[in-house]
């Protein structure tokens, strides 16, 4: 069955660090993968995505993820994390009737 | 401006009241979703739209159903709502596979 896994509930680091959430999936088929993120009190929003070609894709705020087919991860990353990059992270995966199944979610805190 | 809104933002309802969310968007999209999201478990599929009259059941449908009659309306209904439909509801829509998917603010909904 399809799953997404997002092994840390919490991530606390200090400001300036770098950051790699980790995400892993099961899929049969080529996965289509999402980052979202969602702030305090707010909605998710689109980070970047994985369809095809270049294993590793950037997205806004300056994040990037890499895509490894090897151990079925897509790890997003950060390098230098900032206070404001303190928010909750979803990791996401399409299916091919476009449901899309997320993660449970990763709780990110920066330290000033 | 693309947007999706979610009415009310807050609401409280007795156990056995019939519950209406409502939800539109104004990006034309033709594929719409609702999704509840609880602690510790992330986001979860209640129902997939793919345009109007054409739904199809997600993870959890049991105790929801849905309408759509314009592209770019779409409700969630619960009939006799019970408490553990407590939950934040969120709405959302994109403009079809491997596409980002845009998230109403959400509705907070809480059963007594």
């Known amino acids: 069955a399809q799953s997404v896994d997002q092994p840390d509930a919490h991530v606390t680091l200090s400001e300036g660090a770098s950051l790699e959430l980790r995400c892993s999936y099961s899929?049969?088929?080529?996965?289509?993968l999402f980052w979202y993120v969602q702030y305090p009190g707010q909605s998710l929003q689109f980070l970047l995505k994985?369809?095809?070609?270049?294993?590793v894709v950037k997205g806004t705020k300056g994040f990037e993820a890499e895509f490894r087919k090897s151990n079925s991860s897509f790890n997003l990353k950060k390098s230098p994390a900032h206070w404001s990059d303190s928010a909750k992270y979803f990791c996401?995966?399409?299916?091919?009737?476009?449901?899309?199944?997320f993660g449970a979610g990763t709780k990110l805190t920066i330290k000033p | 401006d693309m947007k999706v809104t979610q009415m009310p933002r807050y609401l409280i309802k007795r156990m056995g009241e019939n519950v209406l969310l409502e939800c539109g968007q104004d990006?034309?999209?033709?594929?719409m979703y609702w999704y509840r999201q609880d602690p510790g478990l992330g986001l979860q599929l209640i129902y997939i739209?793919?345009?109007?009259?054409?739904?199809s059941e997600g993870d959890i449908p049991k105790g929801y159903r849905v309408s759509r009659k314009k592209r770019e309306h779409f409700s969630l209904i619960l009939d006799s709502a019970k408490t553990n439909q407590t939950s934040v509801y969120f709405c959302?829509?994109?403009?079809?596979?491997?596409?980002?998917?845009?998230f109403g603010k959400g509705t907070r909904l809480t059963v007594v």
């Open positions: 959302a829509s994109s403009s079809g596979q491997n596409t980002e998917v845009f």
């Open positions: 899929y049969s088929a080529a996965p289509y």
């Open positions: 994985y369809i095809t070609g270049d294993t």
């Open positions: 996401a995966l399409e299916l091919g009737n476009e449901k899309i199944t």
């Open positions: 990006m034309s999209h033709e594929t």
């Open positions: 739209s793919y345009d109007v009259d054409s739904n």
